[in-house]
């Protein structure tokens, strides 16, 4: 059975939805594994770090087993990571062949202060009319970028953070 607190509207993806189930307080169960853990929360000291408009690295497996970085813009709203990215790329079909993620976030002021969350895509939203790619301008400082020529294909990763190891 799937719970979550009320304030926060999860919705978890076809592949998922069979694997995980997410429980109040951060707890989850692998009903594969039959496991349960709790989800870790922020070091202290380094919650600024998934405030701040800092360009992380994604790190993701392929289907074919190999490792695949890529630097990714974010937000973050206390238990998830949401980054825009496009249906046809690498790092699309990689997290739906294999949901497990790292992502890597390097504080620009203090390069030895790295913060790395650890976790599982949730699910994908679709955002054909980038408006969420718009957010992502705005809080990166650039808003006069504009839209991509790839704005139909694009989703927003809905990325849960279940591990957080200070660096």
Same mark, same amino acid.
């Given at each position: 059975?799937?719970?979550?607190?009320?304030?926060?509207?999860?919705?978890?993806?076809?592949?998922?939805?069979?694997?995980?189930?997410?429980?109040?307080?951060?707890?989850?169960?692998?009903?594969?594994?039959?496991?349960?853990?709790?989800?870790?929360?922020?070091?202290?000291? &380094?919650?600024? $770090?998934?405030?701040? +408009?800092?360009?992380?690295? =994604?790190? !993701?497996?392929?289907?074919?087993? %190999?490792?695949?970085?890529?630097?990714?813009?974010?937000?973050?709203?206390?238990?998830?990571?949401?980054?825009?990215?496009?249906?046809?790329?690498?790092? &699309?079909?990689? $997290?739906?062949?294999? +949901?497990?993620?790292?992502? =890597?976030? !390097?504080?620009?002021?203090?390069? %030895?202060?790295?913060?790395?969350?650890?976790?599982?895509?949730?699910?994908?939203?679709?955002?054909?009319?980038?408006?969420?790619?718009?957010?992502?301008?705005?809080?990166?400082?650039?808003?006069?970028?504009?839209?991509?020529?790839?704005?139909?294909?694009?989703?927003?990763?809905?990325?849960?953070?279940?591990?957080?190891?200070?660096?």
């Amino acid at each position: 059975m799937l719970s979550q607190p009320a304030d926060r509207e999860v919705e978890l993806s076809p592949v998922l939805l069979a694997a995980v189930s997410r429980e109040h307080y951060g707890i989850h169960f692998d009903t594969i594994g039959e496991r349960w853990w709790m989800m870790s929360k922020v070091p202290a000291g &380094f919650e600024d $770090l998934l405030r701040r +408009p800092i360009v992380g690295v =994604l790190a !993701t497996v392929t289907p074919h087993g %190999s490792p695949d970085q890529t630097p990714m813009r974010f937000t973050w709203d206390g238990a998830h990571l949401r980054m825009s990215h496009t249906i046809p790329r690498r790092k &699309f079909t990689s $997290l739906q062949a294999n +949901p497990n993620y790292s992502f =890597l976030i !390097t504080d620009p002021d203090a390069p %030895s202060r790295v913060l790395e969350a650890q976790g599982w895509l949730v699910t994908v939203k679709g955002d054909a009319d980038g408006s969420f790619y718009s957010t992502l301008n705005e809080l990166y400082g650039e808003p006069e970028k504009g839209l991509p020529a790839d704005v139909n294909d694009r989703v927003v990763l809905l990325l849960d953070a279940t591990r957080f190891i200070a660096k």
